[in-house]
């Protein structure tokens, strides 16, 4: 099945410093993805489409200039945290689909954000 | 608008007994249904999905669910879980948006084999 990789798997950072997560389709393409956040013990909520050579598009709630997006190639999408805030502290996941397959989505093993 | 409800949030079971995790969506559109497990700080992991044909569709690691038009439902089964069985479980409908599909999860029932 298609593989999806997401780097760091990890991080822990200072309130006020940015982080970058990067997430990367090993072997598709995908000119689309997709960017969702996890509170413990609740579900995933989508926070924004990543779309390559274009802006991205972000859901309702969720401030662009917070949480800044780029679509760099047909593989990989980087979220940027800026300025985070221990409330930033969540558990982020991307996941793409194979084009010509929309329906359905591969997800990354995900990254966990904690902001001291 | 699309929305996923699982109602239970834990479902705990003894090993080999069969389970059911039970989800119903809401929908004024035709979607997809997936079912996802999620191991402690793991990403997401498709166990099964229903694009269209058999209503019955069965996934990996013998799980098996059954898409019910007339009911909403996609109700994830197993006739016999095992230890390792024990995690998240989220079922998910997949929904034209924008030129795009957009996942909706439901809150997710976790799932606790016990020995």
């Known amino acids: 099945g298609a593989v999806v990789s997401q780097h760091p798997s990890w991080v822990i950072c200072k309130s006020g410093t940015s982080v970058k997560i990067e997430c990367r389709s090993l072997?598709?393409?995908?000119?689309?993805m997709f960017w969702y956040r996890q509170f413990p013990k609740q579900s995933l909520m989508l926070m924004a489409t990543?779309?390559?050579?274009?802006?991205?598009?972000?859901e309702q709630g969720v401030e662009k200039d917070k949480f800044l997006i780029n679509h760099a190639s047909l593989t990989l999408s980087t979220l940027t945290v800026t300025s985070a805030h221990p409330e930033d502290s969540s558990f982020y996941i991307c996941s793409a689909p194979i084009a010509g397959g929309l329906e359905t989505q591969y997800f990354g093993p995900g990254t966990r954000l904690l902001v001291l | 608008a699309q929305s996923v409800t699982q109602l239970d949030s834990q479902v705990p079971v003894f090993e080999e007994a069969p389970v059911e995790l039970r989800c119903n969506y809401s929908s004024s559109v035709s979607v997809y249904l997936f079912w996802y497990v999620q191991y402690p700080n793991q990403g997401l992991q498709l166990l099964l999905k229903?694009?269209?044909?058999?209503?019955l569709v069965k996934g990996i690691n013998g799980f098996e669910a059954e898409f019910n038009k007339s009911q909403t439902s996609f109700h994830l089964r197993k006739p016999s879980v095992h230890i390792s069985d024990t995690a998240e479980y989220f079922c998910?409908?997949?929904?034209?948006?924008?030129?795009?599909?957009?996942?909706?999860f439901g809150t997710g029932t976790r799932l606790k084999v016990l020995a």
């Open positions: 990543s779309n390559e050579g274009s802006k991205a598009t972000y």
């Open positions: 229903y694009l269209s044909g058999s209503t």
């Open positions: 072997d598709f393409q995908a000119t689309t």
């Open positions: 998910a409908v997949n929904a034209p948006s924008g030129g795009t599909y957009k996942y909706i």
